[in-house]
């Protein structure tokens, strides 16, 4: 089954800055709206930002300003760029598309694809 593969997680000090990608190897980007989850240490989850198959963005407000979503078609990858890191932002992020679905509160096993999840730790 085809899976979407996060990769450019990990530890920062508060203040930096991450940029998280996100590949498919089977179908390609411009079929599907995309988006980034971040379930929290403490099971919270939360839908960061999505991009919509005809180039619309949402942000939660919590990151609209810090983090920018974008997509490389050509490379078939999505990216989620972050900058000025909190400690809050400390989780689990995971790509997924929800294909037909749409966007629930949290990600679903139902949706059409979806990544393994990429651990984000930012210390003070």
């Known amino acids: 089954e085809e899976r979407l593969v996060e990769s450019g997680g990990g530890s920062v000090q508060v203040g930096g800055s991450l940029r998280l990608s996100c590949k498919a190897s089977i179908f390609t980007f411009d079929e599907f709206d995309l988006g980034w989850y971040r379930q929290t240490p403490g099971g919270k989850c939360d839908l960061l930002s999505t991009?919509?198959?005809?180039?619309?963005?949402y942000y939660k407000d919590s990151v609209r300003g810090r983090f920018t979503i974008s997509a490389d078609i050509a490379k078939n990858t999505l990216y989620l760029q972050m900058n000025n890191l909190k400690p809050e932002d400390t989780g689990v992020y995971y790509c997924a598309a929800p294909g037909t679905l749409g966007w629930l509160p949290c990600l679903s096993d139902a949706y059409k694809y979806w990544g393994q999840g990429i651990q984000v730790t930012v210390s003070s």
């Open positions: 991009l919509s198959e005809n180039g619309v963005t």
